[in-house]
């Protein structure tokens, strides 16, 4: 690691920030994958950082390229130890650029909606005990329609659905919307687009989205988000292994997820009632159905 970090600003700090709006929790999903999801949780947990804000990110996706590896951190427990009982949850949290906290969720995550009464309660006191320190927590869902996917957006509060010009894109995101609203009544969403030339490309990408569910699926909020250029720095960055806010502050992706740090946190919530961090476990432990290790309802 050769970039030299900003001082920590996360769970260790005393909350002592204006923090009107928070706790909040946002899932970033995609129907389609490769679309951008693990670098926008990079990015913006880092801009939320760099605005004070104590982020803690949960890495939900078990694909291969985790956000570890994309930070270039090397984890040394991860949610299963928590759920043996060997660690603590703040034992399992990593520290990554700008004092974000990671939580590596590996494969333990498909075990959450399996645990017993008295492991749901365990880990609720847990959650507790960290829920204060945090404003902000943002899942890496993965992509796709497996249950994995649908059960971390549908407890999340807010959801960011990144969608590209490819036509597969945007199919598979409307098919994700269609399944969240029909199935898990997730009515609210936010709707990126990642990998374009121009806001008007953007604007188009959008607008076939919204265009389908307008005319398929009732009382939808489709909300955009904004959009993120193609970005050669941010190929870079990826390569370095660090956020390409962070070693690129000026590139065009980078001023784009300052700019979309900006639009979420003053985009007030629509339901200020689930806003919390307990709230989001508590639902995600809810869902019953257990998973098999493709995160299919078994
Ligand atoms: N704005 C961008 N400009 C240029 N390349 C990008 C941009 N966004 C993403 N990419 C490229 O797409 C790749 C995939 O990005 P990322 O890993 O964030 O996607 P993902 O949605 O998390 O993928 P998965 O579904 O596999 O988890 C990146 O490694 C990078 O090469
Ligand atoms: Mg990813």
């Not at 404003?135 to 957006?153: C, H, K, P």
């Not at 962070?246 to 979309?260: H, M, T, W």
């Amino acid at each position: 690691m050769t970039q030299p970090r900003p001082p920590p600003s996360s769970l260790d700090r005393p909350g002592d920030m204006p923090l009107a709006k928070c706790p909040r929790v946002i899932s970033i999903t995609s129907g389609k994958g490769g679309v951008g999801k693990t670098n926008v949780v990079a990015n913006l947990a880092f801009a939320f950082t760099r605005m004070g804000r104590r982020v803690l990110v949960l890495d939900a996706d078990l694909g291969l390229a985790n956000i570890d590896v994309l930070l270039g951190l090397t984890p040394q427990y991860t949610i299963e130890h928590f759920l043996n009982g060997e660690k603590s949850l703040s034992e399992i949290l990593i520290k990554g650029p700008g004092g974000m906290s990671i939580m590596p969720a590996s494969s333990g995550v498909y075990e959450l909606v399996d645990l017993d009464e008295n492991q749901k309660l365990f880990l609720l006191n847990e959650v507790d005990l960290i829920a204060d320190q945090i404003d902000l927590l943002l899942i890496d869902t993965g992509a796709g329609i497996s249950s994995n996917v649908l059960y971390f957006n549908m407890a999340a509060q807010e959801s960011i659905v990144i969608a590209t010009p490819d036509p597969t894109s945007i199919t598979d995101a409307y098919a994700l919307i269609k399944v969240l609203s029909t199935q898990f009544n997730k009515k609210d969403f936010m709707i990126l687009i990642n990998l374009v030339n121009s806001g008007q490309e953007a604007k188009e990408v959008f607008e076939k989205i919204s265009r389908a569910a307008d005319r398929f699926l009732e009382s939808l909020s489709i909300d955009y988000l904004g959009f993120l250029p193609y970005d050669e720095k941010l190929l870079f960055a990826v390569r370095n292994q660090r956020p390409v806010l962070e070693i690129y502050p000026k590139a065009p992706s980078s001023r784009g997820f300052v700019e979309l740090a900006k639009i979420i946190s003053e985009r007030p919530l629509r339901d200020k009632g689930i806003g919390s961090v307990q709230f989001f476990w508590k639902q995600l432990l809810q869902s019953h159905q257990p998973l098999d290790r493709e995160g299919e309802i078994v």
